[in-house]
């Protein structure tokens, strides 16, 4: 079955620097890689995910890119607010209705 | 995007009695569901995947007689966690996925489970 890694599983940055959070996964049929914003006690959000057809995607603050080739894709978060501190999680599937395979999530920190 | 709900949020019970969640699709038709199980600054596993008028399909080393999953319309799946312990306390949420719906899957707020 699919393995997904993620590093680091903390992160901490002053706010206005870039944070960058990675994800390997090992199941080549994967085509579907979202990325999700969990804050305590409340369900995953969807901020941006990204399909095997195209290697990287953009939205304002945030972008994904990924590399099929070497089975990872990373998050990317510029000019960070401390709103952005929360629990970060990637995830891969087979897409439709397929099952989603979490990565072990990463803990963001904003410093003021 | 579309929604989805789920009820109770939150339940505390005794040890030994049974619990059911209900996970409910409120403008679309799901034909698959997803039930998660996380645990306190754990990512989230997941437990079953439920397919409309279907056995659920369980992940291994998931009881599927202790976890009872029924999805009988596009609308709604149910959990029902039997002779619950202390050690299933955990959050639970689900998802849901349908036609039209492309690759997204959209969760359920969660239901906080506490078993004394």
């Known amino acids: 079955g699919e393995n997904v890694e993620q590093h680091p599983s903390t992160l901490s940055v002053q706010e206005g620097d870039s944070a960058v959070i990675k994800c390997t996964y090992s199941d080549s049929a994967s085509n579907y890689f979202p990325w999700y914003k969990q804050e305590l006690g409340k369900r995953p959000q969807l901020i941006i995910d990204i399909r095997s057809n195209v290697g990287e995607k953009k939205d304002q603050r945030i972008a994904v890119t990924l590399n099929k080739t070497a089975k990872h894709f990373s998050l990317h978060i510029t000019e960070t607010q401390p709103e952005d501190s929360a629990v970060y999680f990637c995830a891969a599937s087979r897409g439709g209705n397929e099952k989603l395979t979490f990565g072990t ?7 003021p | 995007g579309a929604v989805v709900s ?3 949020s939150r339940v505390i019970c005794k040890s030994g009695t049974s619990v059911k969640i209900e996970c409910r699709s409120l ?6 569901m997803f039930w998660y199980r996380q645990f306190p600054k754990q990512s989230l596993m997941l437990m079953a995947t439920s397919n409309e008028g279907s056995k659920a399909t369980y992940e291994q080393g998931v009881e599927k007689d202790k976890f009872l999953i029924n999805h009988a319309s596009l609308t709604l799946s149910t959990l029902t966690v039997t002779s619950a312990h202390p050690e299933d306390s955990s959050f639970y949420i689900c998802s849901a996925s349908g036609q039209g719906a492309g690759h997204e899957q959209f969760f359920g707020p969660g239901t906080r489970l506490t078993v004394l």
């Open chain 1, 105 to 111: 999530g990463t803990r963001l920190t904003i410093i």
């Open chain 2, 6 to 8: 789920q009820h109770p």
């Open chain 2, 27 to 32: 403008d679309f038709q799901a034909t698959t």
